[in-house]
């Protein structure tokens, strides 16, 4: 049980996915936003990919413009993507793993191999006041390295957990706790993420250490038959009950 308190933030980039399959402005991703917001959402999360196949930078201009929610961007590390940032100034930009032929995020960012181009980045938005978090995996060296560039904040990704069968994920569950304890020991705030559905959210959920978890493609697919009011407000239900004390068991 903790008394620290534990945020959504809800990633809205598979209503554009949506939206594209057909063109035009139906479903809007902006409207999902607003929905998010009064179902207990506590940020909006939106991945501008280098290819655009979900997010547009109109998109990112209107959550920016029209939504109360801070918003977090997630972006590559790249020159573009630096100067969208830096033209919108959204609250958080988180820094992922970008390949043209990924279906979605398949890892964390390698900061230990790529520090030297990273720093540059983390340092230019964070001097323009943009709170950076970096999407890695929860393993000691990405940890140290993370901690090193000046990142405030990491994101531990979540999906060998998830995706690991049921009744053998206490290994991967065992990983995030130590990855968020160490993180948090070397004050880096600690987010998590990728993958958590309604089966997956309470043990991650319960880490105390954790502040803030970021969920997408199961709440917009579970809105499709639920409703995303309805979607959200059970996943917020299953969060707080698991900080609480009432949830963070797995099976094994």
């Not at 970008?98 to 979605?104: F, G, M, N, Q, S």
Request: contains cysteine; aromatic residues 2%; proline residues 5%.
């Amino acid at each position: 049980m903790t008394d620290r308190p534990l945020r959504l933030g809800v990633n809205i980039d598979h209503v554009a996915t949506i939206r594209n399959a057909r063109g035009g402005r139906h479903p809007d991703p902006v409207r999902a936003a607003r929905l998010a917001a009064d179902a207990g959402a506590d940020g909006i999360t939106a991945h501008l990919r280098e290819d655009r196949r979900y997010i547009s930078e109109e998109d990112i201009r209107r959550l920016k413009a029209e939504i109360a929610l801070p918003l977090n961007l997630e972006m590559a590390a790249t020159d573009e993507m630096l100067g969208i940032a830096l033209a919108t100034r959204p609250l958080a930009a988180c820094l992922v793993p970008e390949k043209r032929a990924e279906l979605t995020t398949e890892g964390g960012l390698d900061v230990a191999a790529n520090h030297g181009h990273l720093g540059p980045v983390i340092k230019a938005l964070s001097d323009a006041g943009i709170r950076v978090s970096l999407f890695i995996d929860p393993d000691p060296v990405q940890i140290a390295v993370a901690h090193a560039l000046g990142a405030p904040v990491v994101e531990l990704h979540t999906g060998a957990y998830c995706d690991a069968v049921e009744g053998h994920r206490s290994d991967a569950l065992e990983r995030l706790r130590s990855a968020a304890k160490r993180a948090a020991a070397l004050g880096l705030e600690v987010h998590a993420g990728h993958g958590l559905t309604f089966e997956t959210v309470r043990p991650v959920a319960a880490i105390p250490e954790v502040v803030e978890l970021n969920i997408g493609h199961f709440l917009i697919g579970e809105a499709i038959f639920a409703g995303l009011d309805s979607t959200i407000h059970r996943m917020r239900a299953l969060m707080d009950d698991a900080r609480s004390g009432g949830g963070g068991t797995v099976a094994v």
